[in-house]
Structure formats: C-alpha cells, structure tokens
C-alpha cells in the first residue's frame, strides 16, 4: 500500500508565499510520477498543478507557472506558491502515478491513481 502525506498548507495573504511537502511512503513502484492537483470547492473538478517524473521532467499547469515552483528529491516533493492570489485558494493534493507524466501535454488526475488527504491553503485578499 502506498501513502501519501501532504503538508504545509494554511492561511496567507494575497501576494504571499507557502510552502507544501509531500511525503510517499509504504510499497512505492521504482519509478513514479508524482503530481500536485487542487480542488477549489467540492464538486468541481480537480485542477492539475504541476508533476514531476522520477527523471526530473515537470510540467506545470498554466494558471501557476511563473509563480510556483516544484521540486523532488526521491520520495519527497515541495511545492514553493510565490505571489499567491486568492483564486489559488484550494484543497492541495498530493498525488502518485506511473512514470513519463512529467512531460505529458497536461497535468491530468485521471493519470494519477494513488491520493493524499490534502491540505487547505487559503489566501485572502
């Protein structure tokens, strides 16, 4: 089984910065993508943030890219949120899947299939 433990959201101001961690633990495959995803509400859909293969290749969705940063280390990955804006204001899910999803045309969930709880982060105008 494989887990997947988020953390580091909160509560910022508009123009802030956060930083969010995520740990995969447990039966991890070799290689892996691992990706960040957020959910604004509940019923809406989950928006691809950015992934990142085991190879170093990431790719960012396109309403982050300029402010957030993600990086890897093995079975950690961060997600540096620079210049936060209130519509960034979302559950941040960290999340698992097969390798080569750093480099795809987009950042999707159905491509993932291993999940973490998630962690608010909410910015304030």
């Known amino acids: 089984q494989i887990q997947l433990m988020e953390s580091g959201g909160g509560s910022v101001q508009s123009g802030g910065s956060l930083r969010l961690s995520c740990l995969a633990d447990?039966?991890?495959?070799?290689?892996?993508?691992m990706g960040w995803f957020r959910r604004a509400a509940p019923g809406k859909e989950r928006e691809g943030v950015a992934?990142?293969?085991?190879?170093?290749s990431i790719r960012y969705g396109d309403s982050v890219k300029g402010r957030f940063i993600v990086s890897r280390d093995s079975a950690r990955m961060n997600l540096q949120m620079d210049n936060l804006r209130p519509e960034d204001t979302a559950i941040y899910y960290c999340?698992?899947?097969?390798?080569?999803?750093?480099?795809?045309?987009?950042?999707?969930?159905?491509?993932?299939?291993?999940w973490g709880h998630g962690t608010q982060v909410t910015v304030s105008s």
């Open positions: 447990g039966h991890t495959p070799s290689s892996y993508s």
């Open positions: 992934a990142v293969d085991s190879d170093g």
């Open positions: 999340a698992l899947g097969p390798p080569g999803l750093g480099s795809g045309v987009e950042v999707r969930a159905a491509d993932f299939g291993h």
